[in-house]
Structures are given as structure tokens and as C-alpha cells.
């Protein structure tokens, strides 16, 4: 497998106090099989679908039980040259970069708007395994900031993005493109999101049925937040699991509606 261009999200992780209960839920909900805990690594669990990595479920390092999210990791060719940028536009780097074994380096990091992300440099973890449209993988993720500025700066800066903006006048979203393929969206938050709700990375997983996915979700415990919504890009819905974690599920291969209008950013 080739090693992710900079930039490229390459994967996905999250912390959960109650390991086996995240274990249980996604599992039903994604189809998601999981392989041994690593407990030289903090029993780092690693998720597949269809035989292939997609995600990992980790339990918190002592003393830090904060809420469940995920972390959606970008790759690059040089972790602390990455860290050094992400200093130099105003992030903060909250770990690292630090080397995980022979998997490879990562670092975590917050861009200046508070949204955390992580960096990985790969060694032989090269991160998702699984095509896009295969269901229980990775489908897609976008930046969720009240300071889109902030954002539209940070991110082009730290990796080689280019921007498109979406002419809505009713939606701020812009889209990152690598090579001049969409890799990374950014919204606006607006006042629908309650004050307590701190910028994110929303990740989106595929599923062969989105309205499936979300009952098999609310049944189990997760919290429909959004959807299911028909669009151009798919069927989608956003959805909290029962530990509070953000995600969202999208079934890529039920469209509707014309693509929108995007206006190259300089």
C-alpha cells in the first residue's frame, strides 16, 4: 500500500472509558470486527472492516477522562516539520511528536479555533486500509468551527490544501482539495450548536443503508442529532454513540440533487 500524500486524512481513532461497550455498538452499527488490544501501546485496538483497518478504540491514559471523540489523523512525510508549522500559524501541539514503535510518529494538536487533530507519520501503519465507499470505512470528515477564518487560514498553511468555496449564501462551507481532489470540508457552526458544543472534526464512516444504520444506532443508544438527509454526495446522518462521541454515516451510493456551485479561493 502507498504511503498517504500530505495532507490525505490517513486515519481515525478515539478514546472511550467503557472500551468493550464502544466495541459492542460499532460493531453493530458499522459491521466493524476488532484484533487484539496492544497493551504495550495503552490496549490500542484496532477496528476492521471486510479484514481491513479502518479506525482504532483506545481506553483514556490515567487521569484523563474526558469526553469520547474522534480524532481524525493527517498524514505527513515529516511529523515534527508539520508540529513546527502548526506552531508557527498558531496551533498549539498538545502531544508529541513522539514515535509509536515501528508503527510510525504522531503528534496531537489543536488549530487556533480549538479544533484538535492528530499528524501521523507513517512506518509500517500506513493508516486506513479500506477503500472509501466499502462499508464501515472511512468516508470523509469536516472541520465544525465558530471561527471558520481562522480555520480557511490554518489548515492551507500546515498542509498543501487548496480551497473551494460553496455559493450558498444560506451555508458557510468550503472544501480542502489535495491535487484537486476533495479531501476535507469546513462548516460554519451556527447557533443551532448549543455554546457548550467546543469545535470539532466531524468524521463520516460508510454504510450499504444510512436509515439502517441509524436505527441499528438509537436502538443501541446513540443520539440522532441530524438526518437522515438526501444530498448530492449521499444519504447521510449525524449521530452521537452512547459515550458521546460525534460521528456521522453516509450511504455514498443514494444521491440526490446537482452538485454545488464552488468558487476556487487564491
Known amino acids: 500500500m502507498a504511503v498517504k500524500p500530505e495532507g490525505m486524512p490517513c486515519w481515525a481513532d478515539a478514546m472511550f472509558t467503557d472500551v468493550e461497550g464502544a466495541k459492542t455498538f460499532y460493531a453493530d452499527?458499522?459491521?466493524?470486527?476488532f484484533g487484539e488490544a496492544s497493551s504495550e501501546f495503552g490496549n490500542y485496538t484496532q477496528a476492521y472492516a471486510d479484514g481491513k483497518a479502518v479506525a482504532a478504540v483506545v481506553p483514556p491514559m490515567p487521569?484523563?477522562?474526558?469526553?469520547?471523540?474522534?480524532?481524525?489523523?493527517?498524514?505527513?512525510?515529516?511529523?515534527?516539520?508539520?508540529?513546527?508549522?502548526?506552531?508557527?500559524?498558531?496551533?498549539?501541539?498538545?502531544?508529541?511528536?513522539?514515535?509509536?514503535?515501528?508503527?510510525?510518529t504522531m503528534c496531537l494538536a489543536r488549530d487556533p479555533g480549538g479544533v484538535a487533530f492528530g499528524v501521523w507519520q507513517s512506518g509500517t501503519h500506513e493508516g486506513f486500509e479500506a477503500p472509501m465507499e466499502q462499508p464501515g470505512a472511512y468516508c470523509?470528515?469536516?472541520?465544525?468551527?465558530?471561527?471558520?477564518?481562522?480555520?480557511?487560514?490554518?489548515?492551507?498553511?500546515?498542509?498543501?490544501?487548496?480551497?473551494?468555496?460553496?455559493d450558498d449564501d444560506g451555508i458557510d462551507f468550503r472544501i480542502f482539495n489535495l491535487s484537486g481532489n476533495p479531501v476535507l470540508g469546513r462548516m460554519k457552526m451556527t447557533d443551532d450548536f448549543p455554546p457548550e458544543v467546543p469545535a470539532y472534526i466531524n468524521v463520516y464512516f460508510s454504510v450499504a443503508d444510512c436509515d439502517a444504520a441509524v436505527a441499528k444506532a438509537t436502538e443501541r443508544g446513540g443520539v440522532l442529532r441530524f438526518g437522515p438527509m438526501d444530498s448530492p454526495f449521499g444519504r447521510f446522518a449525524?449521530?452521537?454513540?452512547?459515550q458521546g462521541a460525534s460521528f456521522s454515516v453516509i450511504d455514498t451510493t443514494t444521491t440526490e440533487g446537482e452538485m454545488p456551485d464552488l468558487t476556487d479561493i487564491a
Open 63 to 104: 487521569g484523563g477522562e474526558e469526553q469520547s471523540q474522534w480524532c481524525l489523523y493527517f498524514a505527513s512525510p515529516d511529523a515534527a516539520a508539520t508540529a513546527a508549522r502548526i506552531r508557527d500559524n498558531g496551533g498549539e501541539v498538545l502531544m508529541g511528536p513522539m514515535q509509536v514503535g515501528d508503527f510510525g
Open 29 to 33: 452499527v458499522l459491521g466493524w470486527t
Open 238 to 242: 449525524a449521530l452521537s454513540d452512547p
Open 140 to 166: 470523509w470528515a469536516e472541520v465544525f468551527t465558530r471561527e471558520p477564518e481562522t480555520a480557511d487560514a490554518f489548515f492551507p498553511a500546515v498542509f498543501p490544501f487548496t480551497a473551494q468555496q460553496m
